[in-house]
């Protein structure tokens, strides 16, 4: 069965910090794709990032990096030098090849000035 | 390039009532999903809809519908309402269904309350 696990509730930094968002999957398909995805306030959810299960390569964008790896089936999510309007709820994702996402339970971030 | 339109933005109804809620997609998806958010279950897939079909389900009960019209916009229903439905209802639109084969860009979604 799919699962996916945010084993981080809360979390608080200061502005400035780096912070890891962690992100554990669980599938039985070798095709599956992983997303993060960002949460305001407003409700929506921004997309951040896709990545399918044969890309490995880690990814950089801005301050965003993605370190995905298939021996631990994580795929975390850092943010460097954080902002306050980094402050929302960010949920990972899987998805089977042509299937549902099924999200985590989304980890709540606080950037405090 | 308009988002994902989500209508109404709050709704509050009564036990035992039914609901519609709206979505209209990003101008040329053609697929669109529903989902449920809630603290305790977090969210979950209601349903998936391509060219007027419905594609994927999620383990909903029946009081959940949902239709797709030719214009790709999308509506969904629930029934016999109970305490419970309460929740944030998120649509997604992508160009074509299937998850992770593109991206799913989300509306700010529909708060319905029941009271």
């Known amino acids: 069965a799919q699962k996916v696990t945010q084993a981080q509730t809360e979390i608080s930094v200061v502005e400035k910090e780096d912070v890891t968002l962690d992100c554990v999957y669980e599938t039985r398909d070798t095709t599956y794709y992983l997303f993060w995805y960002k949460q305001p306030p407003s409700g929506e959810l921004v997309f951040l990032i896709r990545r399918n299960s044969f890309d490995e390569q880690n990814e950089i964008s801005g301050r965003y990096s993605w370190n995905f790896q298939k021996s631990t089936s994580s795929f975390n999510f850092t943010i460097t030098a954080s902002q306050v309007v980094d402050s929302a709820v960010y949920f990972c994702?899987?998805?089977?090849?042509?299937?549902?996402?099924?999200f985590g339970q989304g980890t709540e971030l606080s950037v405090k000035p | 390039k308009a988002g994902v339109t989500q209508t109404p933005r709050y709704l509050i109804k009564t036990r035992g009532q039914q609901v519609t809620l709206s979505c209209s997609p990003i101008?040329?998806?053609?697929?669109v999903s529903w989902y449920q958010q809630t603290p305790g279950q977090g969210l979950q897939f209601l349903f998936e809809y391509f060219s007027e079909t419905q594609r994927n389900k999620g383990n909903f009960p029946g009081r959940f519908s949902g239709r797709q019209f030719s214009n790709s916009r999308s509506e969904m229903n629930v029934s016999t309402l109970e305490l419970g439905d309460s929740a944030l209802y998120l649509c997604?639109?992508?160009?074509?269904?299937?998850?992770?084969?593109?991206?799913?860009?989300f509306g700010q979604g529909t708060r319905l309350t029941v009271v």
């Open positions: 101008s040329g998806h053609r697929s």
């Open positions: 994702a899987l998805s089977e090849a042509g299937g549902k996402l099924i």
């Open positions: 997604a639109s992508s160009l074509v269904p299937g998850g992770g084969n593109t991206e799913a860009f």
